[in-house]
């Protein structure tokens, strides 16, 4: 959405139907109350005042602790529970086919 939304504003900007302090304001105040909005919005969710993309961005780059959120791999266990599945599948259609 923002880079046609950027590419609209040049468009107006270069075609002359809008100034470029006049752009800027709007887009200044256009933001701003985006980010009151959003945060507005947030915190009434989660009952607490954040923005949501603010803690990602300071948990991810400055932190830098993305890598501790990641799922552990599963071990053995799996084929193990596959292979146990597989035997009560065999297991009932034996008791079906009657052998």
């Given amino acids: 959405m923002?880079?046609?939304a950027g590419?609209?504003?040049l468009h107006m900007l270069f075609s002359g139907q809008?100034?470029?302090p006049r752009g800027l304001a709007v887009g200044v105040a256009a933001g701003a109350a985006s980010l009151l909005l959003t945060v507005a919005c947030d915190s009434w969710f989660w009952q607490r005042w954040l923005w949501p993309e603010g803690e990602v961005l300071w948990f991810n780059t400055v932190l830098n602790?993305?890598?501790a959120l990641r799922p552990r791999r599963a071990g053995p266990a799996r084929p193990?529970?596959?292979g146990a599945l597989q035997a009560?599948?065999?297991a009932r259609a034996?008791?079906?086919s009657g052998a």
Avoid: F
Wanted: aromatic share 0%.
């Fill in 2 to 4: 923002l880079p046609l």
């Fill in 7 to 9: 590419l609209i504003g």
């Fill in 18 to 20: 809008v100034r470029l």
């Fill in 65 to 67: 602790r993305c890598a």
């Fill in 80 to 82: 193990a529970r596959r």
């Fill in 88 to 90: 009560r599948v065999r």
């Fill in 94 to 96: 034996g008791a079906l």
